[in-house]
Every structure is written in structure tokens, then in C-alpha cells.
């Protein structure tokens, strides 16, 4: 029986793998087309300055509509496009496309900045700071309101290397944001030598203090002023609730981001947020069409 019940156990689990090869086969091959086949776009979810809740930028989320396959989220495709070496493509675009709904905005006298997330094998690209400089040059944006989103991960690497690239790439005059801090493995020394200018509080720290009702917030309190003492400016991700809005504002956190202000949106429905705004009315109601 043992043996048999073993033998079954290896059989499913062999089952499970074929089939998550398969599909990372299928991604694959799919997601090769996916450019040309405009099945890629933007979303993007608005920053807002606390507490005044005024959007001052946006996060630019990759978005795969396929048609068969249906929405593929970015955890699982950007992984395949890694591994694959396809990123380096779809970052191109990925960038080229938000320098070019930045450039609208500006164009139309909105005061925002667009942050773009970055692989790791993209800043490792030979020359990546100069097809930056290039993109901004081509579309006419002023490097100052672009922001590159690098994560932990990129960290992992080789430190005098990240170092070389983070600082080539800040040389043209972009900020750089350290993405999801907090989660994993982080490390605040990383903080000190890393040459960056906003830090991003992972949301599993911002939703820290729902778990301990009453009590204040202490990591993120701890790493709001870690931040600010380093002289970075501090970004709560993921906030989702008026308490997690309040204990992050009584942290002295003055950017957020998450659902409790809007999820990532077409470009024309976070236009029609920031034209409210400038107009002085009431900003329209965000969609709830995500997650
Ligand atoms: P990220 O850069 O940390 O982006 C934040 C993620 O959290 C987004 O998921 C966003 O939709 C989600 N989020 C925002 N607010 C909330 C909230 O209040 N609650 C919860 N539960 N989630 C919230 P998304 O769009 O699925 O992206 C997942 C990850 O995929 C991103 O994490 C980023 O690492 C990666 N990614 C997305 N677009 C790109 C891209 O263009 N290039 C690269 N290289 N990576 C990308
Ligand atoms: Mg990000
Ligand atoms: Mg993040
Ligand atoms: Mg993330």
C-alpha cells in the first residue's frame, strides 16, 4: 500500500510539473509575439502626497491580455520574459510608452512624474543609462520626471557593479527608486551605500500594524525616519485602509500608494483624476477594476 500510495504521489507531482513546464513553454513562445501582436499596455496607479492625497505621480504596471489565455499577471510573465531574455525588448517598450503618456501629461501642464519598473538584466544591459538618456531625448521629457524602480533582488548582485550602473543612470538626471524594501531579504546597509533617491516601504510593512490593533506602527515607523535620516524621500506601497493610511502618516511618510487611492488605471482614467485637480473640481471616481 505504502509503496503504491508513493508511487501515486510521484505521478502527480510529476503531472503538476509537466504541466507548469508546459505553460512557462506556452508563456514563452506567446509572449514573443505579444509586442507586435499589441497585446501589451500600461496601466497606471496613481502616487499621491500625504496627507493632502494630491496625485503627484504614477507607477507604470505592465498589463498582458492575451487572447486565449486571458490576463497573465506580471508575477508570473516578467519571470518568463527574465528568464527567456525577452525583457530587455519589453522594457524597451515599456519605457518608450511611458516616456509617451509622461510627455502627454506634461504637454498638457499636469505636474506629475512616471516610474517605470526595471529587471535586473535590464540595468545590466551594456550602455542601459544611455537608451535611457535616449528615450527621454526621442520624447522630449525632462529626466527629473522619470523614476526607475530597481528592487532587492538587483541588490543581491554584485554591490560594485550596481553601484557602477546606478550611478551611470543617475548621471542622467533620473531618480532611482529602491522597490518593495522591506520584504525578503533586506538589508539597511544596502540603504546607505545604494545610490537612490526614493525608498519604497513594501506593503507587507505597511500592512503591519492591522495585525497589532491599537499598537503603533514600528517597522514602518522605523524605516520612515531610516529613510529620511538618510535623506531619501519615503513611499508607502500597498496602502489599503484609513487605519494603514494613518499610521503610515503618523510615521511622517509623505507619499503613498495602493488601493485606498486608486489601482493602476488607463493613462485617459488617471488623466481624468489630474485634470479634476487642475480644475479644481472633485477627482472623478477611480474604476475598482482591479486586482
Ligand atoms: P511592484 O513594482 O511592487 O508593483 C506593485 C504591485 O502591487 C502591483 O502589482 C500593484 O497592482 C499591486 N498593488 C498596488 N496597490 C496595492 C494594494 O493596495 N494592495 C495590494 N494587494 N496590491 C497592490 P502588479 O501590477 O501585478 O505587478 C507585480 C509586480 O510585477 C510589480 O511589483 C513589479 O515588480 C512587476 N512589474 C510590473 N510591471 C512591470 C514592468 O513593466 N517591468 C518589470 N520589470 N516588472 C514589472
Ligand atoms: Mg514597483
Ligand atoms: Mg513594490
Ligand atoms: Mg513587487
Known sequence: YAKQRGKNRVERYQAR??????????????LRHAIDRQQLRLVFQPVVALPSMRPVGAEALLRWHHPTLGAVRPDEFIPVAEESGLINR???WVLAEACKQLADWLAKGHDVWVSVNLSPKELHAADYAGQVADVLAEHGVPAQRLVLEVTEHAVATDMEELIGRLTALRATGVRIAL??????YSSLSHLRTLPVDILK???LLVAEPESRTGEAAPLVDVVVRLGHRLGLEVLAEGIGTLA????VEEAGCRL?????FGWGVPAEHLEAQL???????????????EP
Do not use: K, V
Open 17 to 30: 510539473y509537466d504541466e507548469l513546464l508546459r505553460r512557462r513553454g506556452t508563456l514563452e513562445s506567446e
Open 90 to 92: 519589453i522594457g524597451s
Open 179 to 184: 522597490d518593495d524594501f522591506g520584504a525578503g
Open 201 to 203: 516601504i513594501d506593503r
Open 244 to 247: 494603514q493610511r494613518a499610521a
Open 256 to 260: 503613498g500608494q495602493g488601493s485606498l
Open 275 to 289: 485634470h479634476g485637480l487642475r480644475s479644481g473640481t472633485r477627482p472623478a471616481p477611480q474604476p475598482r477594476n
